[in-house]
Each structure stands twice: as C-alpha cells, then as structure tokens.
C-alpha cells in the first residue's frame, strides 16, 4: 500500500544537538511538506518542496534545514539553533503544480522531546 | 490575522449532533476540505467539497459551504465518543497549486 511514513515516532534530543526526522513517501508525489505543531496549537510551516533538488522557507524555518535529492524523501534536520525544538513533526506530501482534490496526505509525526 | 478561523472547542453529548464551523478569506479557492486529528497521530483527510457545490454529505457527515459569507461548516450526525478529536478545515491558495492553508483546529470532546 502507498503512504507516507516518518521515523522516528519518539525522538530525544539533547541540548546543542542536530537530529534528523525522516520523512518517506512512495505515492510518486511531488510534493513534500514539514509543520510543526505544539500542545492545543495548529499547523505552522517550517519548509516545503514542489520538485526534487528544491525547497522554500515557510513561516518558522529559522533552526531548521531540509534536503530534497530525491523525490521519495525529504528529511527535516532540527539544529542546535532551534531554541525551542520539542514539538510534535508533521510530514506531508501532496500532488504539486495542477490543483486537484486529493489534498494532502500526512504522516503518523514525530514527537520530539529536549532532554 | 490568520486566513482560516476556527473556534478552538465544542463539547456535545454522545448521539447529538456536532457542528463545526470554520471562515476563509480567498474567494477563489478551488476546494476545501476537512481533516481530522486524532491524538498523538497524524492528520486524515474526512471530506472535502469543490467550491462551486453547497452541500456534500457522506454518510454522518455534511459539509456545507457558503461562499457569499465564506463560510464553511463540518455536522456530525449522531456524534460518537470515537468522534473526538482535532478537526482542521483548510483552502486551497489561489495560484499556490496545491499548498494548503490550515485552520488552527477544532477540538471536539464527546461526552458520554
């Protein structure tokens, strides 16, 4: 079955460190999406990519870097310049380019936590 | 302010009906949709509805959809307790393809 699957579900991070969220997809999207969303809040972009090799800031990258080299995957890297990184990490991918009605498919997140 | 407004919680009762609303801004979206969050998990696309449509309704649930207010409502029928939940409604950006802009959810409680 195609979908879209982050690992890990629960990651530990310790002050000063990067850490890498993974983010797969094999429904051939083009694509891809990362947001963050703290307790009672919604949905805030961090970075987004429409075609491999590519990617944009969205509301909240500062902290964050991404890389798109290939179209199945978009990895999230939370650096120690994030001052505030625990949070609960959506990955998404989507149909780029025409819209259409499909919308976006989500991951199952990533809850990472300061330690 | 944010281009999708939802009010932050409802509470009914097991069996009642649920009502959640939600406001746009950009008059030419193509289509709008409904997702639900459920905890700890990701988000899982209900329903969505195209915006020359009033009204679309899949089994307990009924979108609708006013484009004179720009004004989009989500009702549960016969609303269960595995009914609560996060419940995001989101626009599609003019000229943005297929980006998205979420609404800052709806928390649904249940009660039995």
């Known amino acids: 079955d195609g979908g879209i699957t982050q690992s890990p579900k629960y990651l530990f991070r310790k002050e000063g460190q990067n850490v890498t969220l993974s983010c797969e997809q094999n429904?051939?999207?083009?694509?891809m999406y990362w947001y963050r969303q703290d307790p009672g809040q919604g949905l805030r972009l961090i970075y987004y990519?429409?075609?491999?090799?590519?990617?944009q800031k969205g509301d909240i990258a500062e902290g964050y870097s991404v890389s798109r080299e290939k179209k199945e995957s978009f990895p999230l890297t939370v650096t120690s310049a994030q001052k505030n990184p625990t949070a609960f990490y959506l990955c998404?991918?989507?149909?780029?380019?025409?819209?259409?009605?499909?919308?976006?498919?989500f991951g199952s997140g990533t809850r990472l936590t300061v330690v | 302010g944010e281009d999708v407004e939802q009010s932050l919680f409802l509470s009914v009762r097991e069996g009642d009906s649920s009502v959640i609303n939600c406001t746009y801004t950009?008059?030419?979206?193509?289509?709008l949709y409904w997702y639900k969050q459920e905890p700890g998990a990701g988000l899982q696309l209900l329903t969505y509805?195209?915006?020359?449509?009033d009204m679309k309704q899949d089994q307990r649930l009924t979108v609708l959809l006013n484009k004179k207010d720009k004004h989009l409502s989500l009702r549960i029928a016969d609303t269960q307790t595995g009914d609560s939940a996060i419940y995001f409604c989101?626009?599609?950006?003019?000229?943005?393809?297929?980006?998205?802009?979420f609404g800052g959810g709806t928390r649904l409680m249940v009660k039995p």
């Open positions: 998404a991918s989507s149909i780029a380019g025409q819209k259409s009605f499909y919308g976006y498919t």
């Open positions: 429904l051939n999207h083009d694509a």
């Open positions: 990519s429409q075609i491999v090799n590519d990617f």
């Open positions: 950009d008059s030419s979206s193509t289509y």
């Open positions: 509805i195209f915006s020359n449509m």
């Open positions: 989101a626009e599609t950006k003019n000229n943005a393809g297929n980006m998205l802009t």
